[in-house]
């Protein structure tokens, strides 16, 4: 089982910035990739983007590409996401994910609570 918590969200006006955390718990040495998704009203849950257990790979959906940046403390178990230059389609709830590996993330059963951004126009 692992445990996942995010903090971070809020409202915040275009243009400008948020990080998101998400700390992770429990038999995290078996899930070791990490991402984020977020779900605004009325739509599917999207990949924004996820993180190899080390560090070394990332990926990113094109929507955020240059503008947001994943990156984790690893002795911390803690998965961070930089959210700059925000536009109000960012609005959604960001959701944290762990797996085994980045393309198993979509599919894995252990996901946090959820954190809301609101980005104003």
């Known amino acids: 089982q692992v445990q996942l918590v995010e903090s971070g969200g809020g409202l915040v006006q275009a243009g400008g910035s948020l990080r998101l955390s998400c700390a992770a718990s429990?038999?995290?040495?078996?899930?070791?990739?990490l991402g984020w998704f977020r779900q605004a009203p009325g739509m599917q849950r999207e990949f924004v983007a996820s993180?190899?257990?080390?560090?070394?790979?990332?990926n990113y959906a094109d929507s955020v590409k240059g503008r947001f940046t994943i990156f984790r403390d690893s002795a911390k178990n803690t998965v961070f996401l930089q959210m700059s230059s925000l536009k109000p389609e960012d609005t959604a709830v960001y959701f944290c994910?762990?797996?085994?590996?980045?393309?198993?993330?979509?599919?894995?059963?252990?996901w946090g609570q959820g954190t809301q951004v609101t980005v104003s126009s």
């Open positions: 429990g038999r995290t040495d078996t899930y070791y990739a």
């Open positions: 993180i190899s257990r080390r560090g070394l790979s990332t």
């Open positions: 994910a762990a797996a085994t590996t980045q393309l198993d993330l979509g599919r894995s059963p252990y």
